[in-house]
């Protein structure tokens, strides 16, 4: 799947970085950047490209009704005011200014796709006020238990792939990939695919790989 990207953002430096970044990856296009809203929303309108993304908080309500996937909020800051602001917009995911090439990827698959997708210093956030998952300490013993091959496929599965995806792009079967992810699973203590990938987001397992 090819997915197209629209930036917004009133920083020419980010947003040159932002396109280089997503431009170095074959599966994605940039339909076309610009620093004002406005600008945006026409663009948006005239390309109706998978994912928008956008520093813009109040136009993230316009926006949305022209991305076939939705809008990713791009901030300075990780604040809950912010966060409450933009999901009740109509935000599907939430980056910093800050976030890594692989939380940009992984952001712009997932919403592509029409799943949510917070980065990893506001997930860990979340994690720690309501103990999703076990300390540090825990975790890293749980990680320490995983092979080679199941700990690709935690990353893949952190950055958002599907199983046919990461079957794809670790030649792996179908079916081969499901038991690695319940091995991976079981390993790590979780109850299922979305926590253990936040948990492998938590530890900083992205990265680490790279």
Do not use: W
Request: aromatic share 2%; with cysteine; hydrophobic share 45%.
């Amino acid at each position: 799947m090819l997915v197209s990207v629209l930036l917004i953002d009133d920083e020419a430096l980010v947003r040159t970085g932002f396109r280089h970044a997503l431009e170095e990856d074959a599966d994605v296009v940039v339909v076309g950047d610009t620093a004002r809203a406005a600008e945006g929303l026409l663009l948006a309108q005239r390309h109706r490209p998978h994912v928008v993304i956008t520093a813009d908080v109040t136009a993230i309500a316009r926006l949305r009704t022209c991305a076939a996937g939705g809008v990713i909020m791009l901030a300075v800051e990780n604040t809950d005011e912010q966060l409450h602001r933009v999901l009740n917009d109509g935000a599907r995911g939430f980056l910093l200014k800050r976030s890594s090439r692989e939380e940009l990827l992984a952001a712009v698959r997932a919403v592509a796709r029409g799943h949510a997708y917070l980065c990893a210093e506001v997930t860990g956030r979340l994690l720690d006020r309501f103990e999703i998952v076990p300390p540090s300490e825990e975790a890293d013993r749980g990680l320490g238990l995983l092979s080679d091959r199941e700990r690709q496929v935690l990353v893949k599965m952190a950055r958002g792939r599907s199983n046919d995806e990461i079957a794809r792009e670790l030649y792996l079967t179908c079916a081969t990939v499901k038991s690695h992810v319940s091995h991976i699973l079981a390993k790590l203590g979780q109850p299922n695919r979305m926590h253990a990938a936040l948990l492998a987001q938590r530890m900083g397992l992205l990265t680490r790989t790279g």
